[in-house]
């Protein structure tokens, strides 16, 4: 409009253009001339459509370059020649240089002078930071370690802030490569200490200002192989803060860099036992990420992969601590996959040989508390496993063991979130399989601690996926309890309220296995408590549509009871009767499943209740224990 009017008042000729980006005329996105430059007016005054020739300066890479383009506007603005302003600015170039010629030479004269203290300082500076740098590495080491054992986390976290705004400080460039691969490394130690107390957006900050780093050693030496494991390591520490904040696109961008990285420095070395940890441990990443794509095959596959690395490094040294515990977490991955295929029996013994594995483990080290944990996790796998073959007793069993190993790791280190939601979630589990057997008292009280430490979980770090879904279960079991004790309107209000949680997630992750049990439980739920029949009805077409339209994992006896549940209390007896052969196939045996199929005078087998008490693990007291 501004250029419209300046041409209506006859002023066209004194409109100067710069260009910098687009491209002039082209009559599309590109097109950089506004519609009043393109076009000359017609009589009236409107824009018409004769094309006009607007003169220019160009600035775009190619063209005439910034000083040309100065000259350009120069002219038209002060109605002088270009060419005489070229012949003018020339000459000044002229006198300019022989002026800098001048002060060359006594730059030159004191340049010698400074060159010797310059090197004095530079000596001294470097000096300065290498002991600054081993200051806050001590911080990062030794101090963070004490403070870890008093459960000083304020300190800690003050710490690793003055440490992280130190680091941001220095400068990446005329530093020798070793002060930037310390300097990685103290990065990593931040980024994995705020991780550990839930702050993910700052741990991935910290993972990626070491990436950097590690980045650009990584492609100075191409061949060096410590500095390629280096980087690929801190490539899954990105993926795996990703993967915590449910955003598997970059989860799996970053894992599938790290593996590139492996697999392209294999070759200089196909045995080495750190490369191949690595690569398992890349294997068990994108496994996961598959998973909560629902791409269960594709999943199993790398899972089997991590399996047969990690057994290829026993054979190196089957002492490993590390690599036993990678070797019983493969096991653990084919149970899930197990499971989901509908494969319960693949899926108990698979657990069993995790538990065996890290149970041994736990009594090598009984003052490790990691590996205390990794019992926790293999122990309450098979702990409702086993209860969903209708090893009930078994199942709370191993169940009640895993709760009370962590209530002794809270004593170590009640600030360990990883401990924290141990606690929350096996709690809710266990209240889940009380509720079944009838102890409503038990299973409200440990449903209610499940709750109180997810919200707190949850309101600490709203974006971890994981802790939000965890909220939503136990919203949803206490929802089950209220149901059972006939408290109708509070069964429908914990499940409006998991669904509110899990219903965003199910649209971004619409195959993620946990994610779709919980949403469908939730459903389900809120049908049975509906005032409204024919919102029960569409609640449960719902859980349908949802469980048919799973690409992968169709067999997973959760999936196959959430639909018979449905079709039954829809009245689709004939339909509900064509699944259940698949669904004792798979060897389920849920008694609350199996009553609610007698209730209806269907037939259900008799499955026998084999106890299986659970593997005592003794731990030792210590006076500084180790979180």
């Given at each position: 409009?501004?250029?419209?009017?300046?041409?209506?008042?006859?002023?066209?000729?004194?409109?100067?253009?710069?260009?910098?980006?687009?491209?002039?005329?082209?009559?599309?996105?590109?097109?950089?001339?506004?519609?009043?430059?393109?076009?000359?007016?017609?009589?009236?005054?409107?824009?018409?459509?004769?094309?006009?020739?607007?003169?220019?300066?160009?600035?775009?890479?190619?063209?005439?370059?910034?000083?040309?383009a100065?000259?350009?506007?120069?002219?038209?603005?002060?109605?002088?020649?270009?060419?005489?302003?070229?012949?003018?600015?020339?000459?000044?170039?002229?006198?300019?240089?022989?002026?800098?010629?001048?002060?060359?030479?006594?730059?030159?004269?004191?340049?010698?002078?400074?060159?010797?203290?310059?090197?004095?300082?530079?000596?001294?500076?470097?000096?300065?930071?290498?002991?600054?740098?081993?200051?806050?590495?001590?911080?990062?080491?030794?101090?963070?370690?004490?403070?870890?054992?008093?459960?000083?986390?304020?300190?800690?976290?003050?710490?690793?802030?003055?440490?992280?705004?130190?680091?941001?400080?220095?400068?990446?460039?005329?530093v020798?490569?070793?002060?930037?691969?310390?300097?990685?490394?103290?990065?990593?130690?931040?980024?994995?200490?705020r991780?550990?107390?839930?702050?993910?957006?700052?741990?991935?900050?910290?993972?990626?200002a070491?990436?950097a780093?590690?980045?650009?050693?990584?492609?100075?030496?191409?061949?060096?192989?410590?500095?390629?494991?280096?980087?690929?390591?801190?490539?899954?520490?990105i993926?795996?803060?990703?993967?915590?904040?449910?955003?598997?696109?970059?989860?799996?961008?970053?894992f599938?860099?790290?593996?590139?990285?492996?697999l392209?420095?294999r070759?200089?070395?196909?045995?080495?036992?750190?490369?191949?940890?690595?690569?398992?441990?890349?294997?068990?990443?994108?496994?996961?990420v598959?998973?909560?794509?629902?791409?269960?095959?594709?999943?199993?596959?790398?899972?089997?992969?991590?399996?047969?690395?990690?057994?290829?490094?026993?054979?190196?040294?089957?002492?490993?601590?590390?690599?036993?515990?990678?070797?019983?977490?493969?096991?653990?991955?084919?149970?899930?996959?197990?499971?989901?295929?509908?494969?319960?029996?693949?899926?108990?013994?698979?657990y069993?040989?995790?538990?065996?594995?890290?149970?041994?483990?736990?009594?090598?080290?009984?003052l490790?508390?990691?590996?205390?944990?990794r019992?926790?996790?293999?122990?309450?796998?098979?702990?409702?496993?086993?209860?969903m073959t209708?090893?009930?007793?078994?199942?709370?069993?191993?169940?009640?063991?895993?709760?009370?190993?962590?209530?002794?790791?809270?004593?170590?280190d009640?600030?360990n979130?990883?401990?924290?939601?141990?606690?929350?979630?096996?709690?809710?589990?266990?209240?889940?399989?009380?509720?079944?057997?009838?102890?409503?008292?038990?299973?409200?009280?440990?449903?209610?601690?499940?709750?109180?430490?997810?919200?707190?979980?949850?309101?600490?770090?709203?974006?971890?996926?994981?802790?939000?879904?965890?909220?939503?279960?136990?919203?949803?079991?206490?929802?089950?309890?209220?149901?059972?004790?006939?408290?109708?309107?509070?069964?429908?209000?914990?499940?409006?309220?998991?669904?509110?949680?899990?219903?965003p997630?199910?649209?971004?992750?619409?195959?993620n296995?946990?994610?779709?049990?919980?949403?469908?439980?939730?459903?389900?739920?809120?049908?049975?408590?509906?005032?409204?029949?024919?919102?029960?009805?569409?609640?449960?077409?719902?859980?349908?549509?949802?469980?048919?339209?799973?690409?992968?994992?169709?067999?997973?006896?959760?999936?196959?009871?959430?639909?018979?549940?449905?079709?039954?209390?829809?009245?689709?007896?004939?339909?509900?009767?064509?699944?259940?052969?698949r669904?004792?196939?798979?060897?389920?045996?849920?008694p609350?499943?199996?009553?609610?199929?007698?209730?209806?005078?269907?037939?259900?087998?008799?499955?026998?209740?084999?106890?299986?008490?659970?593997?005592?693990?003794?731990?030792v007291?210590?006076?500084n224990?180790?979180?």
């Amino acid at each position: 409009d501004e250029v419209l009017r300046f041409k209506r008042i006859g002023r066209g000729d004194r409109i100067c253009c710069l260009i910098v980006d687009g491209e002039p005329d082209a009559g599309d996105e590109r097109e950089c001339f506004a519609p009043a430059l393109r076009f000359e007016l017609d009589a009236d005054g409107t824009l018409g459509t004769q094309a006009a020739e607007p003169v220019a300066a160009d600035v775009r890479p190619g063209k005439d370059g910034k000083a040309l383009a100065k000259l350009k506007l120069l002219s038209g603005l002060l109605g002088v020649d270009l060419d005489t302003l070229r012949q003018r600015e020339a000459s000044r170039r002229h006198q300019r240089l022989l002026a800098v010629l001048a002060l060359a030479v006594l730059v030159m004269l004191v340049t010698s002078f400074l060159a010797v203290q310059a090197v004095i300082a530079r000596h001294a500076a470097e000096r300065r930071q290498k002991q600054a740098e081993a200051l806050v590495g001590f911080m990062l080491g030794n101090l963070t370690d004490k403070l870890a054992e008093v459960s000083r986390l304020d300190i800690m976290e003050a710490v690793n802030d003055e440490a992280m705004a130190f680091f941001e400080s220095l400068p990446t460039t005329d530093v020798t490569e070793e002060s930037l691969e310390q300097r990685a490394q103290a990065l990593v130690k931040i980024g994995n200490v705020r991780r550990d107390q839930g702050h993910l957006p700052q741990a991935l900050h910290s993972y990626r200002a070491a990436a950097a780093l590690s980045a650009k050693l990584a492609q100075a030496a191409p061949a060096d192989l410590e500095r390629q494991l280096a980087h690929a390591e801190i490539l899954a520490y990105i993926g795996t803060a990703r993967w915590y904040q449910g955003e598997l696109d970059q989860a799996e961008s970053a894992f599938d860099a790290a593996r590139g990285v492996l697999l392209r420095v294999r070759p200089l070395a196909p045995a080495n036992p750190e490369l191949l940890f690595q690569l398992s441990t890349i294997d068990n990443n994108i496994g996961h990420v598959l998973e909560g794509r629902g791409r269960i095959a594709e999943a199993t596959d790398n899972y089997r992969s991590m399996l047969a690395l990690s057994q290829e490094l026993l054979r190196i040294d089957a002492g490993n601590r590390e690599w036993v515990q990678q070797s019983g977490l493969a096991h653990n991955n084919l149970a899930k996959m197990a499971l989901s295929r509908g494969d319960l029996e693949t899926a108990v013994a698979e657990y069993e040989a995790d538990v065996g594995i890290q149970a041994t483990l736990a009594r090598r080290d009984p003052l490790a508390n990691d590996q205390a944990e990794r019992v926790v996790w293999s122990r309450a796998a098979l702990g409702r496993t086993l209860a969903m073959t209708g090893d009930v007793d078994a199942g709370i069993a191993h169940l009640r063991a895993a709760l009370g190993e962590v209530a002794r790791l809270l004593t170590v280190d009640a600030d360990n979130t990883s401990f924290q939601e141990d606690d929350g979630l096996y709690a809710i589990q266990l209240a889940r399989w009380l509720r079944v057997t009838g102890d409503a008292t038990t299973a409200k009280s440990l449903a209610t601690r499940g709750l109180v430490v997810f919200e707190r979980l949850a309101g600490q770090d709203p974006g971890n996926a994981g802790w939000q879904r965890s909220l939503a279960v136990a919203r949803l079991e206490l929802g089950e309890q209220a149901r059972d004790g006939g408290h109708h309107a509070g069964a429908r209000e914990q499940a409006r309220r998991a669904l509110a949680i899990l219903e965003p997630q199910m649209a971004a992750q619409p195959e993620n296995r946990d994610t779709v049990l919980a949403t469908l439980g939730a459903r389900a739920l809120l049908a049975a408590v509906a005032d409204d029949p024919a919102t029960a009805s569409k609640l449960r077409e719902q859980i349908l549509a949802t469980a048919r339209a799973q690409t992968s994992g169709r067999d997973d006896p959760r999936l196959l009871a959430l639909q018979v549940e449905a079709l039954l209390a829809l009245g689709r007896r004939a339909e509900a009767a064509v699944l259940l052969p698949r669904l004792w196939s798979t060897g389920f045996g849920d008694p609350h499943f199996i009553a609610l199929l007698r209730s209806q005078g269907l037939p259900a087998p008799t499955r026998p209740r084999t106890s299986r008490p659970p593997e005592k693990v003794t731990h030792v007291s210590h006076p500084n224990p180790q979180a």
